[in-house]
Each structure stands twice: as structure tokens, then as C-alpha cells.
């Protein structure tokens, strides 16, 4: 886990997603390794490895075990950010209840509904008003 957190902070996500899948193999019910993994997977992006695919496949996985996990929710939207939807913007609303002042959740939430055809000021205003930009 460690290897693969330096790693990935120094941008080398494949070497990162390599570390966090022997970690995942050697414990493979821990949640945050799933999480980091697709993470990697998603900054990653190799088409021929289906990372994105992957990615959210992972994230999805979590998210059935913990429902309640917000941290992978916004993971799994982040990766689905190329292709917004209807459950994106749900989850994101459900984040941002949760944690009112997280400008990258309204942020993430407005593009959601930009992206999506529907009216976002308000939810880039929050962003703003949070110390985003």
C-alpha cells in the first residue's frame, strides 16, 4: 500500500496500479486498497487494459459492500466525469449534503448537471464560495 501511494504521488500510475493489485491480492477484502487501486487504474486510463472499465468495476464492488461510502462514490463519478449521468448526479448530491463545504463535490456536481443538459450555477457558485477556485 505504501509503495503504491508514493507512487502515485509521484505520478506513476502504472507502477502504482501494479503495487495496489499485489496488495489486493494479499488482502483481498480491504476496501481502501480497492479504492486506490482505482484510482490508479483511472489516472492510468490504458485503453487495452480497460482501466476505466475496471476502475468503476472496482469502485461498484465497494460501494455494494458499504453503501454508505462517500470517498469511492466520488471516485467512481470522477471516473464516469467523461460520460455524466442521472446516478452520477444523485450520488453527488448525496455527498454534498453530507459535506456541505466540499467545493470539488459541488464542483464535480455541477458539471454533472452541465454535462447532462441540466442548469448548474448554482451548484459552481457553491464551488466557489467553498474556496475551490
Not at 18 to 33: D, H, N, S, Y
Amino acid at each position: 500500500m505504501n509503495r503504491g501511494v508514493s507512487l502515485i504521488g509521484q505520478y506513476d500510475y502504472d507502477g502504482a496500479a501494479k503495487a495496489f493489485a499485489e496488495a489486493l491480492t494479499a488482502a483481498p477484502e480491504l476496501a481502501v486498497i480497492k479504492i486506490d487501486l482505482a484510482i490508479a487504474r483511472f489516472n492510468r486510463g490504458h485503453k487495452e487494459d480497460q482501466d476505466i472499465e475496471q476502475a468503476q468495476a472496482l469502485l461498484d464492488a465497494v460501494l455494494r459492500k458499504e453503501p454508505g461510502t462517500s470517498g469511492p462514490c466520488i471516485s467512481r463519478h470522477r471516473a464516469a466525469a467523461y460520460r455524466p449521468s442521472e446516478p452520477a448526479i444523485a450520488c453527488f448530491e448525496k455527498v454534498v449534503q453530507s459535506r456541505p463545504d466540499d467545493g470539488v463535490a459541488w464542483y464535480l456536481l455541477g458539471m454533472c448537471r452541465q454535462r447532462t443538459g441540466q442548469k448548474a450555477e448554482q451548484e459552481l457558485l457553491k464551488a466557489v464560495n467553498c474556496g475551490l477556485i
